[in-house]
Structure formats: structure tokens, C-alpha cells
Nanobody, 124 residues
Framework: QVQLVESGGGLVQAGGSLRLSCAAS????????MGWFRQAPGKERQFVAA????????DYADSVKGRFTISRDNAKNTMYLQMNSLKPDDTAVYYC?????????????????WGQGTPVTVSS
């Protein structure tokens, strides 16, 4: 089992930045791949970014490439999402996820554990 707790969400103006954190406990953090997803009101949950167990492999949704950076600190059992140049379309609840694999994944069904989500609102 893996328990995930997100933090760092909030209200920011367009063009601003936020850094989300995901603290993990339970299974050995360094042996699992992680990801970020988001869900806007009335829409399906969608992939944002993913990172392999070592941090050497990363993947991003086209909509966030060049603006968001995913990273992890295995010594602190924590994953991060640095979000820059935020747009109103980035407004959503952001979820941290973990999967029972060292290889990153970009689909919802590939992930076994989920956090409770942290809301991000970008005002225009």
C-alpha cells in the first residue's frame, strides 16, 4: 500500500507559478513510478506528467510541455510539480498517483494509488 498526500495548490494569477508536492508513505518510494493528473470541473481526469522510479525518465502532456516540470526526491519520499506560466485552462484539482512499477505510465488505469487532490485556480 502507498499513501499519498498532495499540497501546494491555491489561487494564482495567469502567468504566475505554483509548486505542488506529493508526500508518499508505505511502500518503498524509490521503487515506484509516479504521476500527476488533473480534473477540471465537468471534465474527465487527464494526464499531466509522469516520472520513473529513478527520475531519469519523464513524460508530459503536450498542453504543459515547457511550462511544467516533474521531479522527485527519493530521500524525502516526495514528488513535485513545478508549474510556471500558468493559464486559466490549468485550473483543476491536481492528483498525485503511484503505480506498482518502476516504469512511468501516462494512462489513468496504469496507476494503483491516488491522493485526495489539491485544487489549483488560475485567474485571468
Amino acid at each position: 500500500q502507498v499513501q499519498l498526500v498532495e499540497s501546494g495548490g491555491g489561487l494564482v494569477q495567469a502567468g504566475g507559478s505554483l509548486r505542488l508536492s506529493c508526500a508518499a508513505s508505505g511502500r518503498t518510494f524509490s521503487s515506484i513510478a509516479m504521476g500527476w493528473f488533473r480534473q477540471a470541473p465537468g471534465k474527465e481526469r487527464q494526464f499531466v506528467a509522469a516520472i520513473s522510479w529513478s527520475g531519469n525518465s519523464r513524460d508530459y502532456a503536450d498542453s504543459v510541455k515547457g511550462r511544467f516540470t516533474i521531479s522527485r526526491d527519493n530521500a524525502k519520499n516526495t514528488m513535485y510539480l513545478q508549474m510556471n506560466s500558468l493559464k486559466p485552462d490549468d485550473t483543476a484539482v491536481y492528483y498525485c498517483a503511484a503505480r506498482n512499477s518502476r516504469v512511468l505510465g501516462s494512462s489513468l488505469h496504469e496507476y494503483n494509488y491516488w491522493g485526495q487532490g489539491t485544487p489549483v485556480t488560475v485567474s485571468s
